[in-house]
């Protein structure tokens, strides 16, 4: 079964950054495109960024250029770089396999909370 453990989140201010981590067990992390996405209250999830396993990234227009994805596959992790956080950004983020309907993923982890404010 696969796992995802995400970790970094935080409260930080507006204009502040954070790194998030998800370690994945459970696959062959190497082999899938690799996601973050997140869930504001009262909000649908969206997908935030993806990288696929030759590195290639993609970023939803509201974080380019602000966040940045990354993975060590020797370790089986992925990252998630966010600077010039924005209150809009304040969310629980989750990693999984990358997918254009993130409702056809059954397995999901805690998520980390990310808050922004002053």
């Known amino acids: 079964q696969v796992q995802f453990e995400e970790s970094g989140g935080s409260q930080v201010q507006p204009g502040g950054s954070l790194r998030l981590s998800c370690v994945v067990s459970g696959t062959i992390f190497s082999f899938y495109p690799m996601a973050w996405y997140r869930q504001a209250p009262g909000k649908p999830r969206e997908l935030v960024a993806s990288?696929?396993?030759?590195?290639?990234?993609d970023y939803a227009d509201s974080v380019k250029g602000r966040f940045s994805i990354s993975r060590t596959n020797s370790r089986d992790t992925l990252y998630l770089r966010m600077d010039r956080l924005e209150h809009e950004d304040a969310a629980v983020y989750y990693c999984n396999a990358y997918s254009a309907d993130s409702d056809s993923l059954d397995s999901w982890g805690p998520g980390t909370q990310v808050t922004v404010s002053s």
């Open positions: 990288i696929r396993s030759d590195l290639q990234t």
